[in-house]
Structure formats: C-alpha cells, structure tokens
C-alpha cells in the first residue's frame, strides 16, 4: 500500500522584495496603490488599505495598471512627422531637436502675437501648472477637457452652492438613508462609489438610480428610473412642484442658508428688473420678520422674511422664494403633465417626492456638536436630512444640463441636505461661492504674460471674454454671448475653430492627453479632415501641431512634433489641494505620484518639459533673475514654487522641518516625506466644523489655518444666480455691453436665473419622427475612456462594443441574436453590431464609449476586434447644429456653458445583413511604434 506524501508547498512565497507606494492613475480616481516589485520590475499591484480615497480597494482597471507599463503602444522617444498628416509616418529624432523646433515654433509666435498658440490639455491632473504656464507664454488660448466632458455640472454647483458632486463633494455616506444616483457612469469616482454603496447596502440605506440604462451602479439599485434621456431636469422639478404643493420644504434652511428671503425688483419695466435690492454697501437686502424693516442679508440678529414684499421708489419688490413658489408651483411641473415626456408614470413621481420628504423630515438625525454660524449665533447640536444625491455626466451633457444640474442642486438645498449629517458634503476646499473664484483674463500683450488666470466664474456681462465689437477673444469662444458662463472652456470647438479661422487662424496647436482625432471628439471624421486640410497655398490649415501623449493614440498621428510622456508609474506628479484633490468630508488630502520604476525609452514627463520650455521661452517665473531655468524638472517645482507665500502645490509636510500643514516654506525633503506616508498627507477637520461649512465659523478659521483661504469667506447658496439675470437685462437691451440680435432670444430663454427646463436643442432642430430614438454611450467600469481597451487585460473584458437595443426596438424590428444595424443621425451612418438588452428605456440605444479603435493605432494588429467589431458612436454627433433660416450654424452646446451636448443625439435604427466590420473603417494608420504580440479575438461568441 503507497503512502501518501504531504506534497512540500510553499504557501507563502517571497512575492516581493520591494513595495511602492504611489498613487493609481488608470481612472481619474486616484486610489493608493501598493506596487509590489521584484528585481526593480513591477510584479503586481495591490490598494493602499491606509489610503483615503480607496481604503485598500482596486479595480480591475487599478490591477492592470501592470500591462499599461508594459504595452506595445508605449511611444519610444520624440518624433518628427515625415509622412502627410494623418499617415502616422514619423522619424525619431533626438529631444534637443525636438525642444529647439517647439521653441523655433513657439518663440516667434509670443513674440508677435500670443492668441496664436491654442494650448489645450486633456485628462491630465496637472492643470493648475499647465494653466500657470499658459499665462506665463501670454495666450488667452487654454482650456482642459472640461468643456467636453462635464463642465455643467461643475459649473452649475459652484454658481448654486459652491461645489458640486465627485471632487467637490459626497454624500455622507456613513449616516444617509436614502440616496438618488443620476445619470452616472461606472468609471467616474469609481472606488469611492462602490465603497460607499456597500456601506448603504449594509445599513439596509435605499438607493433609487435614475438612468436610461440599468448597468452598473443601477443595476444594485433598489428602485431603477428608466428615464427619457434629456429630460431629468423636468423630472426633478415636478419633484420640486410636489414638495411645494405638499409643503414638504426646510423653511428655516432656506431663511438661514440661502438667499431665498432676498428681495428682488419684480417691476419688469424696472432697468434693475430681476436684481438684488441693496443697500448702500452693495449688500442685498431682506425683509425682518420683527422690525418689518429692509435689512442686510449678514446683518446680527436679522430674522429674514421668506415671504418678504417691499415697494422702494414705486417699484416691488419680491423675495426669491415667493418668485420660486409661483413659478414651481404651476402646473406645468406637474408630474401628470411631465409623466409622458419624461417616460415616468405620475403616480412614481408623487411617490418619490413623498419617499424624499417622509426620510428628510421624519428620519432626521441630530448629532449633539455644537458649532458657531458666521452671525455669531451659537447651536448646540447638528441637524440632518439623511437625503442624498449624486449625479454626473448624464444629466450634464445635454444643451439643458447646466439648468438641469442647477434643478438638482435646488432639490438638494430645499430638502434641507447640504451640509448637514446624512446629507450631501463638501471636500475641502470647496464650498468656495463662485465670487471667490477668480474671473476670466483675456488680455493678450506681445511678448508678455497674459493678465491673469484664463479660466473663472463670470459676475455679469462686463466679465465677457470679447473685444470691443463683441467678438470673442478665445479661439474657443469661452466667455462669448455664445456660452458667456463656459467656466471650464470648449476644447470640443477648438479644431473647428482654428480650421475656419474663425474667429481668426491661430499658428501652432499644442495638445497634451487628448485624443481629439478620435474618442474626444463629436464628428470624428470631419476632425479628422480638419486636422488635414489644407488652403490654396498647399499649407495645412493648422499651420503646425505639437502633440504629447505617453501611447500611439489615433491623435499621434495627426501632430507634427510629438513629446512622448511617461506612463504613471515613471514620473512625479501632484494631486494637489491647488487643482483636482482628493480631500474627503472630513479631511484635506493631497498626494503624489513619483517614479517607481524608470523609462527605458527616451520619453520624459510632460510636466517637465513644460518647465524646459518655459525656461528655454525665458517665461517669467521659468526662470531665475540670471536667466538660468528656476526649477531642474516638475519635482522641484512640487517641491519649491510657492502660488501665495507658503502655499505651495503640496501642502502637506511643509516648513524646513516638514512639521507644517498647508502654510509653511518649501521643505527640500517634502516629496520623500510623502514616499515615507504611503505617498499622501491628510489633515482632519475639528468635530466641530465637520457640517455647515459654508456658514460654519470654526471651519471658515480651519481652512484659512491650512491656506485653504486667506480669509474666512461664508456665503449663502444662491437658489436665484443674480449675474444670469444681468445677461438676461443686456439681451432686453439694458447695459452697455449687449448681446448680438441672433443671441439675443437664445439668452433670454435660457438664461434664467431660477432653474428651468427646456427641450434639448438638437430635438428642437431634428426631425424626431425621422429620428425618434435617443442615442447614447456611457464608460463601462473597466475602462477609462481609449487608455483601457489598448491594455491587454482590460481589453478581455471589453474587446468590443455591441449597440445595446431595448426590447421594443428589438421586436418591432425582428432583430435576432448576431444581426447588425444601420444607425443614422442628421449627421451620417454607422454600421454595427447589436444585442439586446431589457434594463434600457424603451426609445433609447446605447454603447460602450471609446472602445472602437482606429487600425494601425495602439499598436494593435490590423485583424483586433476593437478596430473591426469595435466603433464610435462620434461619428454621427455633431460639433454643429444645422443651419438656422438665417445660414448661421451654432455649436452643439449648452447654450449657457459650452458643455457639448454628447447625449442629445437623435437616430434611426434599421435592421441590416451581417457585416464583416463596421463602418466607417477608417483607413489605417501607420503605426509609428511595433504591435504586440497576436491578438486573441475576445467576445466573438456574443455575435455569432
Ligand atoms: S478606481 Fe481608478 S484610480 Fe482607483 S484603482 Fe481603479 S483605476 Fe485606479
């Protein structure tokens, strides 16, 4: 008889002999990681339980960070094009050559005329240096990816309430009790996201998602709103109508926190129809409930009216909130007669404003802390509504999503369930009210720096980036009657712009992470033709293009210079409290990325070569007084540039002795301060400032200790945007600055200083019999935008993208599993593959975003199913409404933002015979790095 033999396993082998901690940039997240090395090689990579912002926690995406640094499509060194634009035939040459032509192209152009430089970055986390050195070089021309993705958002929090959701902001996940999720993506915020829905789903806390397609954070939803697309706006202000009705309103929030008891001039005759009363000062002016006298909004002991009538100089005046009952009362909100446009029965309307209101006022919790307002009056506990609310780009890429985001954020404030316990927080530093933030600059002088930051929060028509005859500055037309609030610019505008010179040619275009050729772009193949046409003289019409990206992107071959980056793990970076941080509820956070490996190519870390060419331009502040570069490369920047004294782009660890937070001089061993705290700082807020931070005194002082503010700045949330109002006067033709004829309409329309809803633009131009179904795409959790289905791993989950088809569609058109479709827009066609999918509104298709690729690019191999079963919904959007009666064609924007309208896409689905590929199938590119090893041909079960 044998004997069994206990095999001798090692259950605990040496998996390391190193760990790194840095900090994750395969999503926007940034999540600690843990790189686990051997022999100076990246092994594996695990989550930094001690980390902030993930607690231990990776996603797919975070683990296969490993292929990111190992892909094919890693560009190799600098690269001069010696093809045709677009062909993607490149030379490589040294990076001496490459900096003296970007300097060769760049200098002259400072020297004559700054506007000719559009420099616009994409998904980078870097942009308060980018935009430093933007001003630095004099041009007006800078923006990030904002104006595309979901400036809306952003921009109608900061105007309503001083922040917005994602890094502005979280739902008190430990306390709330019932949570709304509108129209999010799985890849935005991912980690915080999943973390903080398992503490919901633990308490047993309910979670209603609102979405026309039920994947992902829906599909764990307790209640899914298969919503029209669109229309969430009016879907939440019917919500808001049946709260007014039913009297289910915080009254003494909005007479404490908001300017709802501000009187306003309600004579529409009145030159100041529509505006504040004020005093002497400029303060606005309330009515008290006791002296029945007018009084500042701030002044001690006032007991604000919200019923407030006052007549001044035979003119009424009427209190923001009496204007809000009126208007949300109508019947026009109510949910009978929104139910059919917003695809929700009334009777599911009624019963979620009523779940809203039975959680906030009959759940309420009180935290016994006491805490000071900035009226100097004491409480002595904190209460909350335990409501709360998250949204991103679904309800913002719509023409109407700055109204809709704002109707949100009214919902919000009038439940009472910002800022208090089980609510919705801000993340330091935010709230900041929209006048603290600075104003857009736009003063171009040859040779010199620009007047100031580029980008800001506009008061009223006199902060228009326009000249004297009304024409906008930016190339962009940011801050034009066109989008005068477009707070974060409108990259998606800035090739169609410059390829019609309008409103005037510039020289050089500079881009850095941001694939515009293809996934960033509405109208894909006419940017493509953009980036390539030529004038009379056989010149490109975008004279010269300078590009940096770390991989083979589409866009690579659509520069002239390319400066290749790193990836995440071969370079220094900050995520810092001075651009994008990572701060919590309850704590200031900052971190850093830092080489844990380095290049074995000749690539170099885009932020430093901005300091090289900065130094090499003679930028002010680039270089010391001797004229020799300030800062050796983007570490010593971290480390030594102060933006006001003592606050420097990390706050953490500062002083000589590293023992500072916020405030301090530069200390010459910060960055290896952070390497030694798993690669963060973070600074906890006191107990007692924890809630009502935008009236909270004892935060107001905390944050002006760590150099948040200089000043403690407390502010009320404005339910009633006054600066909208001074736009709406200018286009009735009031103030010396007016709009032009054709705009004015559109701002009096839109421009409402209360939150409307209106029809998306591009269902009042299209015809929606012809075009009846609502288009879409959203991320799916394993990708971020193109940097995932490149990634070997990654492209296991997603090799390629089905048009998903609701079962209405499906039937009616007898579609069958493995057929394909003809999706047609005003815009073209694309042929695709479909599936079906049940969880889905019943007028809506959608797919996966940006895993379509373009052959030859990203060093896959011709025969990879993301460039033949994979596609682009962007081809049939596009960058332009059709032309008006009057010839003009407008941007397919918010009208008041900029934001493009990606989700107001209207098309037509047709039933076609199986295809080989899809179509369009652009025409290859050369591929200026080696593909891969094979490719496996992922999914292909699923259409066959
Ligand atoms: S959520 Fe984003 S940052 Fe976090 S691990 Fe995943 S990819 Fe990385």
Redesign the pocket.
């Known amino acids: 008889m044998s004997k069994f033999v206990q095999p001798n396993l090692n259950l605990n082998p040496k998996i390391n002999d190193e760990i790194r901690k840095t900090?994750?940039?395969?999503?926007?997240?940034?999540?600690g990681?843990n790189v686990h090395m051997q022999s100076g090689k990246v092994k594996y990579i695990e989550?930094n339980k001690d980390h902030p912002?993930?607690q231990g926690?990776?996603?797919?995406?975070?683990?296969a960070?490993i292929m990111q640094i190992y892909s094919p499509a890693r560009l190799r060194a600098p690269m001069k094009r010696i093809g045709p634009r677009g062909s993607g035939a490149f030379e490589e040459i040294t990076w001496e050559e490459a900096l003296d032509t970007a300097v060769g192209w760049l200098k002259p152009v400072r020297e004559d005329d700054p506007k000719k430089l559009a420099f616009f970055t994409g998904r980078d986390q870097s942009q308060s240096f980018t935009s430093w050195w933007a001003q630095a070089y004099g041009t007006p021309n800078y923006a990030a990816h904002g104006g595309f993705c979901s400036v809306n958002m952003a921009a109608a929090g900061i105007y309503t309430m001083g922040g917005a959701f994602w890094e502005f902001g979280q739902p008190d996940w430990d306390r709330t009790k019932l949570f709304m999720i509108f129209g999010v993506a799985e890849?935005h915020?991912?980690?915080?996201i999943?973390i903080g829905l398992g503490k919901l789903k633990k308490r047993g806390a309910k979670i209603i998602g609102v979405n026309p397609v039920r994947t992902g954070y829906n599909a764990i939803a307790d209640d899914w709103i298969g919503i029209t697309p669109g229309t969430d706006g009016l879907f939440i202000l019917s919500l808001v109508h049946t709260l007014f009705k039913a009297g289910k309103i915080d009254l003494e929030y909005l007479v404490r926190y908001t300017n709802a008891p501000y009187l306003i001039d309600s004579d529409p005759k009145s030159k100041t129809y529509g505006l504040f009363l004020r005093d002497e000062s400029g303060e606005p002016l309330i009515l008290d409930r006791k002296t029945r006298k007018v009084t500042a909004w701030n002044s001690k002991g006032a007991r604000p009216d919200l019923a407030g009538r006052y007549r001044k100089g035979g003119v009424s005046h009427l209190s923001v909130f009496q204007i809000m009952a009126e208007r949300y009362l109508s019947e026009d909100y109510s949910p009978e007669i929104v139910s059919k446009k917003v695809g929700i029965s009334a009777k599911r309307i009624k019963s979620i404003a009523s779940e809203l209101a039975r959680v906030a006022f009959e759940e309420e919790i009180v935290i016994e802390q006491a805490w000071t307002d900035f009226r100097g009056e004491k409480h002595d506990k904190m209460i909350g509504r335990p409501v709360s609310f998250h949204a991103m780009r679904g309800i913002s890429a719509h023409s109407n999503g700055f109204q809709t985001c704002r109707s949100l954020h009214l919902l919000q404030i009038i439940l009472g369930s910002v800022e208090v316990p089980g609510g919705f927080r801000f993340k330091p530093p935010y709230p900041k009210h929209s006048s603290s933030h600075p104003k857009p600059h736009c003063k171009v002088t040859a040779g010199e720096p620009l007047d100031g930051p580029h980008l800001g929060y506009i008061q009223g028509p006199e902060d228009l980036c326009i000249d004297d005859d009304g024409k906008p500055i930016r190339i962009d037309k940011a801050y034009s009657w066109e989008n005068p609030m477009s707070a974060h610019g409108l990259m998606h505008m800035v090739i169609s712009n410059a390829y019609s010179g309008d409103p005037y040619p510039i020289d050089v275009m500079f881009m850095y992470m941001a694939n515009m050729s293809w996934n960033s772009s509405m109208n894909t193949s006419g940017v493509m033709e953009m980036l390539t046409a030529k004038d009379d003289n056989d010149e490109y019409k975008i004279p010269k293009l300078i590009y940096s990206d770390a991989y083979s992107s589409e866009m690579v071959a659509y520069a002239d210079l390319i400066l290749p980056d790193t990836t995440y793990m071969e370079r220094h970076d900050c995520i810092s409290l001075l651009d994008r941080p990572i701060c919590e509820a309850e704590a200031a956070a900052d971190s850093i990325r830092w080489p844990v490996i380095e290049p074995d190519r000749e690539v170099r870390g885009f932020q430093s070569v901005l300091l090289d060419l900065g130094a090499r331009l003679k930028l002010p502040g680039f270089v010391t007084d001797s004229g020799d570069p300030k800062y050796k490369d983007y570490a010593d920047y971290i480390v030594n540039h102060e933006r006001r004294p003592g606050v420097g782009p990390l706050a953490g660890f500062r002083g000589k002795s590293g023992d500072l937070d916020g405030r301090g001089e530069p200390n010459p061993n910060q960055i290896q301060a952070y390497i030694d705290n798993g690669g963060f700082w973070q600074k906890h807020i006191p107990e007692s400032a924890q809630f009502y931070k935008p009236w909270n005194i004892e935060y107001q002082d905390w944050a002006v200790e760590i150099g948040l503010f200089d000043k403690a700045s407390p502010f009320l949330f404005d339910l009633y945007i006054e600066p909208m109002q001074k736009f709406i006067l200018a286009a009735r033709g009031i103030g010396k600055r007016q709009p032009p004829e054709y705009l004015r309409k559109q701002i009096i329309d839109s421009m409402d200083p209360l939150p409307i809803w209106y029809q998306p633009f591009e269902e009042q131009v299209t015809d929606c019999e012809e075009f009846p179904v609502h288009a879409l795409t959203q991320r799916p959790m394993a990708m971020?935008h193109s940097w995932g289905s490149q990634n070997a791993w990654l492209r296991q989950i997603h090799g390629y993208n089905p048009m998903y088809l609701p079962k209405k569609i499906w039937e009616d058109n007898n579609f069958k599993k493995g057929d394909w479709a003809l999706v047609t827009s005003r815009n073209g066609s694309i042929k695709v593959p479909v599936a079906r999918m049940d969880a889905l509104n019943e007028n809506t298709i959608w797919t996966w975003n940006a895993i379509g690729k373009r052959r030859g690019a990203w060093a896959l191999s011709e025969n990879a199913t993301e460039s033949n079963k994979g596609f682009l919904l962007n081809h049939i959007i596009h960058e332009l409404l059709p032309p008006r009666k009057d010839g003009m064609r407008w941007s397919n924007s918010d009208p008041i933002t900029g934001q493009a309208a990606w989700f107001d896409l209207k098309v037509k689905v047709e039933k076609i015979s199986k295809e080989e590929h899809v179509a369009p199938l652009v025409q290859s590119q050369t591929s200026p790095v080696k593909p891969g090893l094979i490719d496996v041909k992922y999914g292909e079960d699923f259409i066959d």
């Open positions: 900090t994750c940039y395969m999503c926007a997240c940034r999540c990681i989550g912002v993930n926690v990776l996603c797919a995406k975070g683990s960070g890849d915020d991912s980690n915080p999943k971020y």
